[in-house]
């Protein structure tokens, strides 16, 4: 099970950062970053955003803007 979420994870990474658009990366935690994206994040090649304290549920938890 491992190897197939990882499979997927690192070909929606890859799909997520060849995207021709806007783009951002919504977080709870920075430490949740592979290398391609961290690398992509550096390179500039999306916006990210770090919410710190909340869980999965980040609209739910987290209501009220910034």
């Known amino acids: 099970m491992a190897?197939?979420?990882?499979?997927?994870r690192t070909i929606l990474d890859h799909t997520f950062l060849q995207a021709r658009t806007?783009?951002?990366?919504?977080l709870a935690g920075a430490d949740r970053l592979d290398n391609e994206l961290m690398?992509?994040?550096?390179q500039g090649k999306f916006q990210m955003a770090?919410?710190?304290?909340?869980?999965?549920?980040?609209?739910?938890?987290?209501g009220q803007p910034t």
């Open 3 to 8: 190897d197939t979420f990882a499979f997927h």
């Open 50 to 62: 770090v919410i710190p304290g909340v869980g999965h549920m980040l609209q739910e938890i987290n």
């Open 22 to 26: 806007a783009r951002i990366l919504i």
């Open 39 to 42: 690398i992509g994040q550096m």
